[in-house]
């Protein structure tokens, strides 16, 4: 109870102390050297409020942590075994699935080709007709047309409580070759550079600048 009204109490003071500062930095203004001396003493007030926050909630926090590191380890004792059974059995199932998705596509190719070779065997008797009664244009147009059947793939059969999504990936084949808007900027090593050698390098297709930035001492 005494816990509880010390927490009630700090937050309240906090609060308090949070909406003072917060209306002095709104209202500063900085003309002078005198006003911008007076900026950097109160710059101070925030290095110590900020210390005063952080040590009071720090005994809290490491409890916090401590009952949340242990509460998700006794989780994962029991959750990740499920979740790799899990995953071995999509991964069984994609597999049997990507077979019979191969399987029913072979089907409607030999399908294809099968329709597609009847119409040019019927195509090639109906010219042949034309031919024998004298209709030699009318056998060349005949001829001239080109078999287009198409038999659809069917999908395979999937229980009602599973589905399978398209999940499209990539391999670089050649560097090279791909397109310079694929190409990511290394932030990382620009920025660590560019502040290693205090803006002195030069590196063709960037701007380096600065900016000014405030801290405490």
């Not at 699935?97 to 597609?116: C, G, L, P, V």
């Not at 932030?187 to 050698?197: K, R």
């Not at 063709?204 to 930035?213: K, L, M, R, S, T």
């Amino acid at each position: 109870m005494e816990n509880k009204q010390a927490l009630i109490s700090f937050e309240e003071q906090m609060k308090k102390k949070n909406e003072e500062v917060v209306t002095r930095a709104n209202s500063l203004v900085i003309g002078d050297q005198a006003s911008f001396d007076n900026a950097a003493v109160f710059l101070k007030t925030f290095v110590a409020l900020k210390k005063e926050v952080i040590e009071h909630h720090k005994p809290i926090i490491k409890s916090a942590y401590e009952t949340h590191k242990t509460a998700k380890a006794q989780e994962a004792i029991h959750k990740v075994p499920l979740e790799e059974a899990e995953k071995i059995v999509k991964q069984k199932m994609s597999t049997y699935y990507s077979e019979q998705e191969r399987i029913k596509a072979k089907e409607a190719a030999e399908e294809t080709a099968k329709q597609n070779k009847i119409e040019e065997e019927n195509r090639l008797a109906q010219a042949e007709s034309l031919e024998d009664a004298g209709k030699s244009e009318e056998a060349e147009q005949v001829l001239s047309q080109q078999s287009n059947v198409v038999v659809q793939k069917e999908k395979p059969v999937v229980t009602s409580s599973v589905t399978f999504k398209k999940k499209w990936k990539w391999n670089l084949i050649d560097k090279n070759l791909l397109p310079k808007e694929y190409l990511k900027v290394d932030e990382v090593a620009l920025n660590g550079v560019v502040s290693g050698t205090k803006g002195a390098i030069k590196i063709p297709g960037v701007d380096i600048y600065f900016e000014n930035v405030a801290c405490n001492r």
